[in-house]
Each structure stands twice: as C-alpha cells, then as structure tokens.
C-alpha cells in the first residue's frame, strides 16, 4: 500500500533530524555502533539466512558467505571512516608572501556528510547490496542517515534484517530514525524527490536505473544519484596466451561465467578468442554446471528476451548448452565472429543477466582494438595475454578509457572489499564514473567539502586544528603530513 503523502514527509523529516545527531556524533563512536550493528547480523544468521534461501532460491553457502562479506564490509568501512581516509583534510596557513600577488588566508579544507540518503536494494545480493550492504554502510559510516527501499525480490528478508540494524542501533545508542525501510515503488520515487533528500544509490539494471538518475537529476536542486546499471564484462584473449594455456582459460570463463548461475554484474558476458585456437571446440565440448531457478520471474524474464534476441540475430549459433528451451535455464554459451559482432555491435554487446554468453572469434588481432573502441562503459574489462604480446599496450591504453577496472589474467566475478579497490566505471556500468560502490572509497560518495578561513582554533572541526584532536590524513601546506599516519 502506499504510504500518503504526509507520511512520506514525517519519514524524511525524522531522518533529517536523525541525520544531524548522528553528524555531530563522534567517528570513534560511530565506529563502535556500526561494529556492533556487524556483530548483530552475524548472530542472526541462523535467522536471516533460511528467510534468504527461500526469496533469493539461493544456496546456503552462498548467503553465508555473502553474510560474511557483509559485515566485514560494515566494519571495514566504519573503521575507515573513523581514520578519516575520507575527508581528504588539506590545511593551508596564512603566508603574507603567497606568490600569486596577493597574501594567502589561513584557509582549511574537511568532508562533512551531505545529510539524507536513499538507498535501493539490488535482487542478486540480498545480503551485500541490500538492506545493511555497501550502500548503506558506506553512508552511515560517512555520517548520513539512511531510507533503504527494499528490493520486491526479497521483502520478508528486507524486513527482518532490518529489524536486526534497527534493534542493533538502538541498544547502541544511536539516534532514533536513523535507518528506516520503505518498499512500495510509488514511496521510492516520493523520497528520491523530497527536497530534504541529498544522495541516492541504486544498483540494478538499465531502464529503471535511468529512470530514477532522470528524476534525480531533473529536481528543483539535482542530487547526486551513484547508479550501477549494466554492464557486459568483455574478455580478451590474445593469440599467444590462448595457445600456451587453452584448458586454462576455458576453465576459468566457464567458472566465472556461470558463477551464481551469471547473476553477477561483472559476469562476462563477452569472450574474444583467436579463431584458429583450441578454445571454442574445447568450450564446445566441456560439460557446464546444470541450471537452477534465477533470483525472481522478472530476471527470469530478461534473461530469456535477451538471449532469445542474441539467438535470434543472424551470424550467432549455440556452441553449447541448454538453449532456450530450458526451465530453469541451463548454462549456455553462444558464438559468433568479429565481423558479425562488428556490424550488429548494439544489438551483440549487450548484458545478459543470467547464465548466457557470447563467445567471439577474430581472425586478425586489430578486430581487438575495433571492438574495444566501440564498447560503451563497463565495470570490467579482462586482458588474457602474455606480458610481451604487442597488442597489450595499444589495447590496454583503450580499455581505461572504458572501463572502472582492467584484470590482467584473471576473472572478473568476486570483488574484494579492500582499499583500492573500484566498483564503477563509465555510463552505462555508473551513472557517476569517479566514484566506487565497493570499498573504502565509497564513502567519498557520501561527504561534501566545506573550506573554513581564519576560523580560531576552538571553533574549528578536530581534525583541522593544529593539536589534531581528530586523526586524519591530512596536507599541510601542499605537503603529507607524515604524522598523521600514526
């Protein structure tokens, strides 16, 4: 049902007022609340887990190790933040001297939390991408409160993790509004265009991606909206590393694409191979994984429209598997060359959601280059190549232009929460290329910059003041300040 209009407004107007305590509440306890928040979700495992295999038709030891990753992610981010890696602290003292002809103000640069954010829920990670997943604690740990808008795919989970966060929260002794869960799609866009709304983050396909970045940005005051949306993974294997180690690779694209039954954004959905090496016939004739039931009857949905579209278009043949007529659907790899996929590229390169690829063979290595130039943006993409192949600089040069992360011999499928790492890349992968939705960088999305001039030291933020009340990395006067890595 959904809500009126008025209560839409008390929601918000409750998580503004949570989000100002929580803001001024000290990163050393915040920490210690979003860590016992993480200590919360691992207890109720025995909970939450079955409720997730029955919505997600996942197994369980894919959601306990998705748990796992989940509250290691709260942790990883609620100690960075308390560190302040994000707040990007630059101090600049008062020089009468200043070379541009005029003197310098004692000027002193911090990050504070933009304020409200809405959350949407992804359907392939009801645990890492939902409810208490990287979007909500990035922006938690940054300082902003949260509305997460649950995903349909899985509404009774949504709820009862939420009761945990909320029931954690409370015990902590956060303020109360601070994390609050909607679910209808009418309720989703009323708070995506409330005035007090500052951030949103979405992860989930094209059309309805767009749709909410459209009303995001199109606002009496736009928002930022940091959407994941699509993206198709493309592998390259150069000609000398399909020869030395064929089995090999095969190997690891069936692992990886079929990983999860291929509902994983960074799937790849694409691989070019030399036309003259082993790897179609061995690919042909390897035994994939059965299938099992997708997420939900809307994935089921797309995953079918688009490989009956990609089986549909002439030049591309089954090289093997279950094809269309399975349900649920079988693994299946489909095949077509450089020169069809050149000339139909819109209607080829395009994700598929599920467990379907296209195998491509080339017969010169510049169809590399031709095809890396016209790929729209993308998560990922994946060199298998050898380092002396003369085709790796030229390519590699292309393929940061496209793409948020560049694999050298590896696969694409499993992103690490860790420091450097980076979960986004240019439109259609993210609405906002520069910035990540996996790792400690993701709580850049959720802080503005704010400089203070001349401020006396008392009435300046900890972390700006000369005695550093508040540890952070900080530039003083352009340089490191080394004694901030303490």
């Not at 993480?38 to 495992?45: G, Q, R, T, Y």
């Not at 061995?282 to 035994?287: H, Q, Y």
């Not at 990922?380 to 050298?408: M, Y």
């Not at 986004?424 to 850049?444: D, E, H, I, K, N």
Request: aromatic share 6%; hydrophobic share 40%; charged share 20%.
């Amino acid at each position: 049902m959904t809500a009126p209009e008025r209560s839409i407004d008390d929601l918000v107007a409750a998580t503004t007022i949570a989000g100002e305590r929580w803001a001024a509440t000290e990163s050393g306890e915040r920490r210690q609340i979003l860590h016992a928040v993480a200590d919360a979700l691992d207890a109720a495992a025995d909970h939450l887990i079955p409720i997730a295999q029955d919505e997600s038709h996942l197994p369980r030891p894919r959601l306990t190790g998705e748990l796992t990753r989940t509250t290691f992610q709260i942790r990883l981010l609620a100690d960075a933040a308390a560190a302040g890696e994000h707040l990007d602290v630059r101090i600049d003292h008062a020089d009468p001297q200043w070379p541009m002809g005029a003197p310098r103000p004692d000027l002193r640069r911090t990050s504070v939390p933009v304020g409200p954010v809405l959350v949407f829920g992804a359907s392939n990670f009801p645990f890492a991408f939902s409810t208490a997943g990287g979007d909500t604690a990035s922006a938690l740990a940054a300082g902003c409160p949260v509305i997460y808008k649950a995903h349909h795919g899985h509404p009774a989970l949504s709820d009862a993790t939420a009761t945990v966060v909320n029931d954690a929260l409370d015990t902590a002794g956060a303020p109360a509004g601070l994390f609050s869960t909607i679910h209808s799609e009418a309720d989703g866009r009323a708070v995506l265009a409330h005035p007090d709304l500052k951030a949103a983050a979405f992860t989930g396909g094209i059309p309805g991606g767009r749709a909410l970045f459209d009303i995001a940005q199109a606002r009496p005051e736009p928002i930022p909206f940091y959407g994941e949306l699509g993206s198709v993974n493309p592998v390259f294997v150069t000609e000398s590393a399909a020869s030395a180690r064929a089995q090999e690779i095969v190997d690891g694209f069936l692992g990886s694409f079929t990983l999860g039954q291929g509902q994983f954004c960074t799937k790849p959905g694409i691989l070019l191979v030399p036309a003259d090496s082993a790897i179609p016939d061995l690919l042909r004739d390897a035994a994939l994984p059965p299938g099992h039931a997708l997420l939900n009857a809307g994935i089921a949905r797309g995953h079918s429209k688009v490989r009956d579209g990609l089986t549909g278009h002439p030049g591309v043949r089954l090289l093997t598997g279950g094809g269309p007529e399975t349900d649920p659907p079988a693994p299946t790899l489909l095949a077509t060359d450089s020169a069809t996929l050149i000339t139909g590229f819109d209607d080829l390169v395009v994700e598929c959601f599920g467990p379907t690829a296209l195998v491509v063979t080339y017969a010169d290595t510049s169809d590399l280059l031709r095809i890396a130039r016209r790929l729209h943006g993308q998560l990922t993409a994946t060199l298998v190549a050898e380092p002396d192949d003369a085709i790796v600089g030229p390519l590699t040069t292309i393929l940061t232009r496209k793409a948020g992360r560049i694999l050298w011999n590896q696969w694409p499928t499993g992103v690490s929460a860790t420091y450097a790492q980076q979960h986004g890349g240019p439109y259609p992968a993210s609405t906002t290329p520069g910035t990540t939705s996996v790792g400690t960088a993701a709580l850049s999305r959720f802080v503005r910059a704010v400089a203070w001039q001349g401020f006396p030291q008392q009435l300046l933020p900890g972390e700006l003041r000369d005695d550093q009340s508040v540890p952070a990395p900080r530039r003083v006067n352009g340089v490191h300040d080394p004694d901030t890595l303490r």
